[in-house]
């Protein structure tokens, strides 16, 4: 198998001709396969596996096991015990390029690193050729401790700062042979909107009171210093990584709620007539940004924003315009609506009154128009009787 091989590849074309290549090629010893990472939690077994190709047109007949340094399993016989494969027998004939999966179990009980190796070895004797061929696979073990019941809570209002401090426990740490022990810590944002998690990055920051692991004991403490400029939620986890191997995960919720509106805008119009405002508004910093503007959805619809997106003026400048319009259709109670602004890093807020002006009845002097009371002329007779 490990003999120059050779083959020739011919291309044919009518118009053009052929072309033929000759190919060789040799086999080599297997290097070392890329490593497998198992993750389990202290004294929760495990079960995966990994499968193996036989490469060979011929069956291959393999020996696995379980390799580790001898100097370890001497000082640590729970770790070399934590690993064990499960593949019964050990000597397995695989048939040509067919796969064959190698099942294991990984049950760590201490907080620290597993390394191991799994040799698949060729054992043929029919084929000097496959003699000593062997297939190295690494195995890394990742001890987690059990996540935590307890949910650390931040939350703040946009542009202000929040300055909090908060302990975590550390749960089996075990001994520190070697006195105190580093560790790395990061902040993992579970939300899949790429847009929270810059927010997020922009505005939330932890720092570790000590860079070492003490004791067994001592919790880890850390510092927040949250200053959001838009509003967002999300559940991020702090996940802690020892050196020696380890790693512990806390979650934390986060939340930056709106800010205050900035300012009130109060519009009069005439029913069925449109009466615009305009305002201007510049980015925080010296730096043009993108925006969005947009009326929120319980705005009442007489209201209408101009422009929706565009370019915000930088810090300094004179500023970017905004027409916002207001046309009643009845008589009624104020109208009211939300404008909300926003670039990548910021967020503005208006609330918008429109009314009306107020009915006022038309008013006239009254009159009244009376002739003399008719005086009726005694009848003759009458006038005979007075004399």
Request: with cysteine; aromatic share 12%; charged share 20%.
């Amino acid at each position: 198998f490990f003999s120059v091989e050779e083959c020739t590849i011919n291309f044919v074309n009518p118009r053009l001709g052929d072309w033929e290549y000759l190919v060789c090629g040799r086999g080599i010893q297997p290097s070392i396969m890329p490593t497998i990472h198992v993750l389990a939690c202290i004294g929760v077994p495990v079960s995966s596996t990994f499968s193996f190709r036989n490469p060979f047109p011929t069956p291959l007949t393999v020996e696995v096991y379980l390799v580790m340094e001898e100097d370890d399993a001497a000082l640590n016989k729970e770790k070399y015990d934590a690993f064990s494969l499960l593949q019964n027998p050990d000597v397995v004939t695989i048939p040509p390029f067919t796969n064959l999966l190698v099942p294991f179990c990984f049950k760590p009980k201490e907080m620290t690193e597993h390394n191991y190796t799994v040799s698949i070895e060729a054992v043929n004797s029919e084929n000097e050729g496959l003699q000593n061929m062997t297939w190295t696979y690494p195995i890394l073990g990742i001890v987690e401790a059990s996540p935590g019941e307890k949910l650390y809570r931040f939350r703040t209002q946009c542009r202000q700062r929040l300055e909090s401090y908060f302990e975590v426990p550390l749960a089996g740490v075990g001994k520190l042979a070697n006195g105190p022990e580093p560790f790395s810590y990061e902040l993992v944002v579970l939300d899949e909107d790429p847009k929270v998690k810059k927010l997020l990055n922009r505005s939330f920051f932890i720092t570790a009171t000590d860079g070492k692991i003490r004791d067994n004991v001592t919790p880890l403490g850390f510092k927040v210093d949250f200053e959001p400029l838009r509003p967002f939620r999300t559940n991020v986890e702090l996940v802690l990584n020892r050196r020696s191997g380890g790693r512990w995960r806390f979650s934390l919720f986060v939340s930056a709620d709106p800010p205050p509106v900035d300012d009130i805008i109060r519009i009069q119009a005439m029913i069925n007539r449109t009466t615009s405002v305009s305002f201007k508004l510049t980015n925080h910093h010296k730096n043009p940004a993108c925006f969005q503007a947009r009326l929120t959805e319980d705005s009442a619809y007489q209201f209408t924003v101009f422009p929706t997106s565009g370019i915000l003026e930088p810090l300094g400048e004179d500023g970017t315009t905004f027409i916002i319009s207001f046309t009643p259709s009845e008589y009624g109670r104020a109208l009211f609506a939300k404008l909300i602004i926003e670039t990548e890093e910021m967020q503005w807020s208006y609330e918008i009154q429109g009314t009306h002006p107020e009915y006022i009845a038309p008013t006239g002097t009254s009159r009244l128009t009376t002739q003399p009371k008719f005086e009726p002329q005694p009848s003759a007779k009458t006038q005979k009787h007075r004399q």
